[in-house]
């Protein structure tokens, strides 16, 4: 009965919960579910009415949501992707609280300059969107060129809203100082670290797990934009032709699937529609996930 009107009470919450397990099964699982290629084996043509054609394939009994340009079915692309997606996802959004929390704590407290660093990222970066400056310092050619690309990628999304994030949990800092426990753990010499863990903190977990939370589905958001207009987040630098060299992406993760999307849209529409609305998926699952939380924490 309890559990019965817990989810009567908070059916966000049991919905995100249902999305979330449904995608974790995914992604750790799917790989062994039937009709899924782990080998991603490449089709470069099929016998069709006794003619051969080449790829891309479209939705059918064989290839329940057709095939990309190489012949990969895309499916078994979706499912296979979906680990190394949200391991993006969630590395950049965890990173970006553990930067966040110290950077707001710092300019709650005025040290080092702290304060001014985070009015001046919220101020400089509120007139430019999120995506042209990741744009601006992915495509730099330190960047480009590194064999530790995707750590530098995840470094730079998490950065480039650290500013957003460390202003609300600084916010929350600011409250809680007023409070008389804080004030007594000050009178007595409670050090800044103890503060920090053991008065602090136990009031921010909730604050910090419903926008961590939300964050995630920004991040889904924001990697399927940079992966339609082409910003890989692994690549190879190939050559194809006599002295002529491209980056060409080694990454499965969603987003890179919509690389084409712009002239997939004219053909081949299942290529960019199915990993766009498996992005999809992810951001409702989070941000349902996230106002269950809010609701549940208060």
């Known amino acids: 009965m309890k559990i019965v009107e817990f989810m009567k009470n908070n059916i966000l919450l049991c919905l995100g919960l249902v999305m979330l397990l449904v995608l974790l099964f995914i992604t750790f699982f799917g790989k062994f579910l039937p009709g899924i290629d782990a080998e991603l084996k490449v089709i470069e043509y099929l016998w069709v009415d006794k003619i051969p054609t080449i790829p891309p394939f479209d939705p059918s009994d064989h290839f329940p949501l057709g095939t990309d340009r190489l012949g990969r079915d895309l499916l078994s692309l979706i499912v296979l992707g979906a680990k190394e997606t949200l391991l993006i996802v969630v590395s950049i959004t965890v990173v970006r609280y553990l930067l966040a929390i110290p950077l707001a704590y710092f300019a709650h407290k005025r040290w080092l300059g702290a304060n001014a660093v985070l009015n001046w990222l919220n101020g400089f970066l509120s007139y430019i969107p999120t995506i042209i400056v990741v744009i601006l310092l992915v495509t730099l050619p330190p960047i ?155």
């Open 144 to 298: 480009l060129e590194t064999e530790i690309r995707p750590v530098f990628v995840v470094l730079i999304i998490a950065a480039v809203e650290i500013g957003r994030v460390a202003e609300m949990v600084k916010v929350e800092f600011n409250q809680i100082s007023t409070k008389e426990f804080v004030k007594g753990g000050n009178a007595i010499g409670v050090t800044n670290v103890r503060l920090l863990k053991n008065y602090y903190m136990p009031f921010l977990y909730g604050r910090v797990l419903v926008s961590l939370v939300g964050d995630m589905g920004k991040v889904m958001f924001l990697l399927g934009q940079l992966g339609f207009i082409g910003i890989f987040v692994a690549q190879d630098f190939v050559q194809i032709d006599p002295g002529a060299f491209e980056f060409q992406n080694t990454s499965l993760s969603w987003p890179m699937l919509l690389l084409n999307a712009f002239n997939d849209i004219r053909g081949p529409v299942w290529i960019p529609f199915y990993p766009a609305l498996a992005m999809t998926y992810v951001i409702l699952t989070f941000n349902i996930l996230a106002q269950g939380l809010q609701k549940r924490l208060g």
